[in-house]
């Protein structure tokens, strides 16, 4: 009896390792590539929680009236988001025929799902509107509940700090840009590296390097199946991707 409580002890150990090693899947701009959808449209969302994805990721701007809305360019349709009105930026027409969303929408239409919202906040050419922001971003997500829920990457090295300053104390910010080592994320208070997959490429062993000191790595906008493939081979945490069910697939596979 005795041996038979050690052996199922050691099972549930072994399959709890084996769940924090899985590698996750993020759906890039949503699950967009699927009949009905469109990039960073709230069906988007929807679908990338239909098909259990880990995360959704989506990307934040703030209009010139400080309205937060999702859009991925700094422009839709010859309107400049950060310079213009939050009324001619919402009036722009999605490629599944919504209109471009507010993050507040974006938000609301979350509560019911499970998938974990991974906020890009945009780099703004006025740093100071970045900042106000961030602020914005990180008082809304407290507003509806979802700081456990949420996780921030930016390219921007102020938006990066500013995160890790205003959000609650142990809130996931990831740095995107590829030009910060392991260390510095760690000493600015980051939880890891979200590079594009060529970065990783280049510098395998910051892999092995976050993981020694507890930072998670995100590997960007990884499509291909020899990508694929190298990411899950190298024990890369979280694979952002345009196909998520191809690398769920392919994770069933291993």
């Known amino acids: 009896m005795k041996k038979t409580i050690l052996l199922f002890a050691s099972l549930l150990l072994g399959s709890a390792a084996a769940l924090a090693q899985m590698t996750c899947v993020v759906a890039h701009r949503g699950y967009w590539d699927t009949e009905g959808s469109a990039q960073n449209s709230i069906r988007a969302l929807v679908k990338a929680d239909s098909i259990d994805c880990y995360g959704s990721e989506f990307d934040v701007w703030m209009t010139a009236d400080k309205k ?13 988001i950060e310079t213009s009105k939050a009324r001619d930026v919402l009036a722009q027409v999605l490629q599944n025929g919504e ?34 922001a961030v602020k914005a971003v990180v008082k809304l ?45 760690k ?13 990783l490429k280049r510098n395998p062993w910051w892999i092995a390097e976050c993981h020694a000191l507890n930072l998670r790595v995100n590997a960007w906008t990884v499509n291909k199946p020899d ?28």
């Not at 974006?106 to 900042?131: F, G, M, Q």
């Not at 990457?153 to 080592?181: C, H, M, Q």
């Not at 000493?187 to 970065?199: E, L, R, T």
């Open 141 to 185: 997500v407290k507003d509806r509940g979802l700081e456990a829920n949420i996780e921030y990457i930016t390219f921007s090295r102020e938006a990066f700090a500013n995160l890790i300053k205003y959000a609650p104390k142990g809130t996931p910010v990831f740095f995107l840009n590829g030009d910060l080592t392991p260390r510095e994320i």
């Open 99 to 132: 209109t471009v969303p507010t993050l507040e929408q974006y938000l609301n239409r979350s509560l019911s799902l499970h998938t974990r919202l991974i906020l890009e906040l945009k780099p703004h050419t006025d740093k100071n509107h970045e900042e106000e």
């Open 227 to 254: 990508d694929i493939k190298w990411c899950i081979d190298h024990q890369v945490d979280i694979i952002t991707t345009n196909a998520p069910k191809l690398v769920q697939q392919m994770l069933i596979e291993q």
């Open 187 to 199: 000493a600015m208070g980051g939880a890891g590296i979200d590079y594009h997959f060529s970065v």
């Open 68 to 80: 937060l809305v999702v859009n991925h360019d700094p422009d839709i349709n010859g309107i400049h």
